[in-house]
């Protein structure tokens, strides 16, 4: 099953992609709703932009300190492939919400 170790490193399969707005699409909006979260060890990232021909989002990071910015999906699933394991991991189980309410 050479097809299910890509699908789990796969951070944002084409349905998950498919409900985050556009990069710039929120950006006037002053509490944008977190579509997608994912996480690793000390890293928390909420994404409310998605550009999937360039694996580029932008939304919300916590870790040391909180704050907005973009970041490369391509990036996280290149060092899950490298590491052979979920060092970054998706939350299947997380639900939209405005990122006031997600955010610790």
């Not at 992609?17 to 990232?45: C, I, M, N, S």
């Amino acid at each position: 099953m050479a097809g299910k170790e890509t699908d789990m490193q796969e951070l944002m399969p084409k349905g998950v992609a498919e409900t985050v707005p556009p990069l710039y699409a929120t950006e006037h909006e002053d509490d944008p709703v977190a579509r997608v979260k994912l996480f690793g060890r000390a890293w928390t990232w909420y994404v409310t932009e998605y550009d999937p021909a360039t694996g580029e989002a932008f939304g919300l990071v916590e870790g040391l300190a909180d704050e907005w910015g973009y970041f490369s999906i391509r990036e996280m699933e290149a060092l899950n492939r490298a590491k052979g394991f979920g060092v970054i991991e998706r939350d299947e189980h997380f639900e939209p919400a405005p990122v006031r309410e997600v955010r610790r």
